[in-house]
């Protein structure tokens, strides 16, 4: 499986530099970059790397105040710190960082990296598989519903419910598409669009709309699900050998 990673540093070359060490490995996925703290987390709560490699030293925003706000996540990914500055070493690893790397980047050191991120993140798999819930509990007037995550299609809003439509039927939740898209990370879900997420084993096509846009079709389904400029690139990376 592969591993997603982030790569945040305000300079260019060092940022460049590590990405080309990290993509010599064939298991890893550099799925985005970043040059600041606050463009790094726009694209964090939108493509949840399972890995962020992180600068210190950055305007406004640093990566040690960066690290802060990732802890505060539900599932935070797992942080490794890169950086020239051997100092901040024992204040990184108070944010449970898994490695800090030094600049220039020896080859060996970031292979070593890679192998440690590798260990922990099947850890993390297997732990979440074991106590992640098999279904998903729907509240209705007579009582709760249990729903497989691999029988829905997609999850909606309209108006003050989040709608949930299954192979077999559909639900009306009071719960907000936010906490519903929480509780199914883990099963191959996408916000494909402020309003919509949608199982994407369940994707048939990707088909162009306007301005940017597309709709998506699914299997066994006969609505088309709209899919926002803002995330079409992001679900393709996501979709796509």
């Not at 993509?23 to 985005?32: D, G």
């Not at 299954?166 to 996408?190: M, R």
């Not at 919509?196 to 990707?206: G, H, M, R, S, T």
């Amino acid at each position: 499986m592969k591993i997603r990673v982030m790569v945040v540093d305000d300079e260019p070359l060092s940022r460049a530099e590590l990405i080309h060490l990290l993509q010599t490995h064939q298991h890893i996925e550099v799925i985005a970059e970043a040059d600041c703290g606050e463009t790094a987390l726009e694209k964090l709560f939108q493509l949840q790397p399972d890995v962020v490699f992180l600068d210190i030293e950055m305007a406004e925003m640093s990566g040690l105040d960066l690290a802060k706000i990732l802890q505060q996540m539900k599932q935070p990914p797992f942080v490794v710190f890169a950086t020239a500055y051997p100092n901040y070493a024992v204040e990184a690893f108070r944010y449970e960082a898994i490695d800090y790397l030094l600049k220039p980047f020896a080859e060996e050191q970031v292979h070593e990296t890679v192998m440690r991120l590798t260990r922990k993140l099947a850890e993390k798999r297997e732990s979440f598989s074991e106590i992640s819930p098999r279904k998903l509990a729907i509240e209705e007037e007579d009582g709760i519903v249990y729903v497989s995550p691999s029988e829905i299609l997609f999850c909606c809003r309209e108006e003050r419910d989040t709608v949930i439509v299954t192979t077999q039927n559909t639900y009306h939740s009071k719960i907000t598409l936010k906490d519903l898209e929480q509780k199914l990370k883990g099963s191959p879900f996408f916000r494909t669009h402020k309003s919509y997420l949608v199982n994407v084993e369940k994707i048939e096509q990707l088909i162009p709309w306007f301005n940017g846009a597309y709709q998506l079709t699914l299997t066994g389904c006969n609505e088309k699900i709209p899919v926002s400029r803002n995330y079409v690139k992001a679900l393709r990376k996501f979709l796509e050998l």
